[in-house]
Protein backbone atom coordinates (compact mmCIF):
# COMPACT_ATOMS: atom_id res chain seq x y z
CA UNK A 1 0.00 0.00 0.00
CA UNK A 2 2.68 2.46 1.04
CA UNK A 3 4.57 1.55 -2.12
CA UNK A 4 1.45 2.68 -4.27
CA UNK A 5 1.43 6.09 -2.46
CA UNK A 6 4.97 6.79 -2.61
CA UNK A 7 4.77 5.89 -6.33
CA UNK A 8 1.98 8.31 -7.08
CA UNK A 9 3.34 10.68 -5.13
CA UNK A 10 6.73 11.18 -6.69
CA UNK A 11 5.00 10.54 -10.19
CA UNK A 12 2.71 13.59 -9.30
CA UNK A 13 5.89 15.78 -7.73
CA UNK A 14 7.45 15.13 -11.56
CA UNK A 15 4.30 15.91 -13.34
CA UNK A 16 4.12 19.10 -11.22
CA UNK A 17 7.93 19.97 -12.23
CA UNK A 18 8.06 18.98 -15.32
CA UNK A 19 5.13 21.65 -16.47
CA UNK A 20 6.04 24.63 -14.33
CA UNK A 21 9.67 24.27 -16.14
CA UNK A 22 8.21 23.54 -19.08
CA UNK A 23 5.81 26.79 -18.58
CA UNK A 24 8.66 29.36 -17.29
CA UNK A 25 10.58 28.46 -20.27
CA UNK A 26 7.80 28.88 -22.66
CA UNK A 27 6.19 32.26 -20.93
CA UNK A 28 10.10 33.55 -21.19
CA UNK A 29 10.11 32.68 -25.11
CA UNK A 30 6.58 33.98 -25.42
CA UNK A 31 7.18 37.43 -23.81
CA UNK A 32 10.03 37.45 -25.99
CA UNK A 33 8.14 37.20 -29.22
CA UNK A 34 5.23 39.80 -27.74
CA UNK A 35 7.72 42.33 -26.85
CA UNK A 36 9.19 41.75 -30.48
CA UNK A 37 6.09 41.91 -32.04
CA UNK A 38 4.95 45.27 -30.30
CA UNK A 39 8.20 46.21 -31.61
CA UNK A 40 7.52 45.18 -34.72
CA UNK A 41 4.50 47.02 -35.25
CA UNK A 42 6.01 50.66 -33.68
CA UNK A 43 8.48 50.64 -36.71
CA UNK A 44 6.07 49.66 -39.17
CA UNK A 45 3.84 52.42 -38.29
CA UNK A 46 6.18 55.10 -37.87
CA UNK A 47 8.49 53.88 -41.02
CA UNK A 48 4.76 54.64 -42.57
CA UNK A 49 4.28 57.87 -41.43
CA UNK A 50 7.72 59.64 -42.74
CA UNK A 51 7.65 61.14 -45.99
CA UNK A 52 11.31 62.75 -46.03
CA UNK A 53 13.24 60.33 -48.44
CA UNK A 54 16.37 60.78 -45.69
CA UNK A 55 14.25 60.13 -42.81
CA UNK A 56 12.52 57.62 -44.68
CA UNK A 57 15.94 55.74 -45.54
CA UNK A 58 16.59 55.42 -41.53
CA UNK A 59 13.03 54.39 -41.02
CA UNK A 60 13.32 51.47 -43.35
CA UNK A 61 16.35 50.38 -42.18
CA UNK A 62 15.23 50.37 -38.82
CA UNK A 63 12.12 48.35 -39.60
CA UNK A 64 13.79 45.73 -41.52
CA UNK A 65 15.45 44.96 -38.38
CA UNK A 66 12.62 44.68 -36.32
CA UNK A 67 10.84 42.47 -38.87
CA UNK A 68 14.24 40.17 -38.88
CA UNK A 69 14.41 40.62 -34.86
CA UNK A 70 10.70 39.94 -34.98
CA UNK A 71 11.11 36.65 -36.95
CA UNK A 72 13.60 35.72 -34.98
CA UNK A 73 12.28 35.73 -32.00
CA UNK A 74 9.24 33.68 -33.78
CA UNK A 75 11.54 30.75 -34.43
CA UNK A 76 13.21 30.57 -31.44
CA UNK A 77 9.42 30.37 -29.86
CA UNK A 78 8.45 27.65 -32.66
CA UNK A 79 11.41 25.88 -31.56
CA UNK A 80 11.35 26.21 -27.84
CA UNK A 81 7.52 24.90 -28.01
CA UNK A 82 8.50 21.80 -30.22
CA UNK A 83 11.41 20.96 -27.81
CA UNK A 84 10.46 17.19 -26.69
CA UNK A 85 10.54 18.01 -23.15
CA UNK A 86 8.05 21.43 -23.19
CA UNK A 87 5.51 19.73 -26.27
CA UNK A 88 3.09 18.56 -24.06
CA UNK A 89 2.83 20.59 -21.58
CA UNK A 90 3.04 23.38 -23.50
CA UNK A 91 -0.33 22.59 -26.08
CA UNK A 92 -1.86 22.02 -22.70
CA UNK A 93 -1.09 25.13 -21.07
CA UNK A 94 -2.24 26.84 -24.30
CA UNK A 95 0.45 27.46 -26.15
CA UNK A 96 0.46 27.09 -29.90
CA UNK A 97 2.78 27.10 -33.12
CA UNK A 98 3.00 30.83 -34.32
CA UNK A 99 2.53 30.42 -37.95
CA UNK A 100 4.24 32.98 -40.43
CA UNK A 101 1.91 36.11 -40.13
CA UNK A 102 0.37 38.02 -43.40
CA UNK A 103 1.53 41.63 -42.07
CA UNK A 104 5.33 41.02 -42.78
CA UNK A 105 5.66 42.35 -46.36
CA UNK A 106 2.82 44.88 -46.76
CA UNK A 107 5.50 48.21 -45.73
Given at each position: ??????A???????????????????????????????????CR????Q?S???????????????E?????????Y???????????????????????????H??
Amino acid sequence: MWAIVIALFSTMAFVVLWFRMAGREMRRTADLLESAKSQFFSCRSEYLQISEKTEKKMAEKIFRRSEDIYRQARLLYNRTLCKPQNIIPGFILGYRIVAKDNFEHKA
